[in-house]
């Protein structure tokens, strides 16, 4: 696997420019996103791109190719119970999710919710972690075909 950088708008609330995520050859020039995105919009894990090289380091220039899942960004409220945290996630899992954590300065899940789970009853456990002040969300990519 190789890495690949994503320009990002660093006057997003995460402030961040740059973001890396792990890719694999598929043919020439094509590339499968092998983790899921923190921070980059429309773009999600197994998505297909494209790269160019830039000061030896290659850089992501579009999605060619939706893998049909989705992307959500989790984070928790400060403060907040581990283990309430932890039986939202959980349920989120049972429905079919992965998800990865990162520590930004802060805590982030970035989930992933493959093509064939049902986005409107993940959409709904995330809605209902809101409500419970367990965390916020955003939409980092919807690709479900609804």
Known sequence: ?????????????????????????VSAGKYRVENIPFFARGLSFRDIVSVREIDGQLVITKRLRSAKGSTYRIIPAKGGSKNVLNQFLTALNE??????????????YALNVPAGVDVHKVYALLEDGEQSKVWDFEEGDCSHDI
């Open 1 to 25: 696997m190789e890495k690949a950088t994503i320009e990002l708008d660093q006057d997003d609330w995460h402030s961040h420019s740059t973001e890396s995520v792990w890719l694999s050859e």
């Open 95 to 108: 429905a079919g999710c992965s998800y990865e954590h990162g520590d930004f300065g802060f805590d982030l």
